[in-house]
């Protein structure tokens, strides 16, 4: 396809559990970025790569957030031991100029 | 500390009227701002983008016009047409860096028939 995809598109875990969420980006786009709705909120900014500059990773909540991206294309963001207020929905966007183009998101729920 | 504000949750229309979404920011040093549209279960999509050395930018039905010294930005849609019924994201960026977008919490926009 010739959009952002991510899956999966939704997951229910348990509190305490590790998840592993994943984008593919638009094929030339060297920019990648997380964010994260929370309910009633804007999106806000996790961690950011370009290429095979290291990657900005300020917007990180906690050290149990971490994310990867491999071959300069698929990104991974995981979540280890997961608590409620993880819940929301994880946003992957690519951009090769100057705006961004989101995925459908991943809608977490921590029971 | 909300550098990207979007003060009404909510706006109503009628269809074939004029729909204007404002929204207000706090750091001078945004150079580039957007607005993006979200149904629901689906990701934002573009809508349309302005940058900070122009005052206004139009495409189609959408107008986004700039008041940099108001740090005050707001999107016009004429005619509104119920399909643009959506949640509206105002969103900013700093040049250089990670260049990561700042939104605001965003505005229901709903178009009557």
């Known amino acids: 396809g010739a959009g952002v995809s991510q899956s999966p598109s939704n997951k229910v875990t348990e509190k305490g559990k590790d998840v592993e969420l994943r984008c593919d980006p638009i094929?030339?786009?060297?920019?990648l970025y997380w964010y994260r709705q929370s309910l009633g909120q804007g999106l806000e900014f996790l961690i950011y790569f370009q290429g095979n500059s290291a990657p900005d990773k300020s917007g990180l909540p906690s050290d149990r957030f971490s994310a990867e991206r491999t071959g300069g294309s698929v990104s991974t963001l995981t979540i280890q031991r997961t608590q409620q207020e993880d819940s929301a929905v994880y946003l992957c966007?690519?951009?090769?100029?100057?705006?961004?183009?989101f995925g459908p998101g991943t809608r977490l729920t921590v029971l | 500390d909300q550098q990207v504000k979007q003060n009404s949750p909510s706006l109503s229309v009628q269809e074939g009227r004029i729909s204007i979404l404002n929204c207000d920011y706090t750091?001078?040093?945004?150079?580039?701002f957007l607005w993006y549209k979200k149904y629901p279960a689906e990701g934002p999509t573009f809508l349309i983008s302005?940058?900070?050395?122009?005052d206004k930018n139009e495409d189609g039905r959408f107008t986004v016009f700039l008041n940099k010294s108001a740090k005050h930005l707001s999107l016009h849609i004429v005619p509104s047409q119920p399909g643009d019924s959506a949640v509206y994201f105002c969103a900013a960026r700093k040049q250089g860096g990670s260049e990561k977008l700042v939104f605001g919490k965003g505005m229901k926009l709903t178009v009557n028939p």
């Open positions: 966007a690519s951009r090769r100029t100057n705006e961004q183009f």
């Open positions: 750091n001078s040093m945004f150079d580039y």
């Open positions: 094929s030339g786009h060297t920019a």
């Open positions: 302005i940058s900070s050395i122009k």
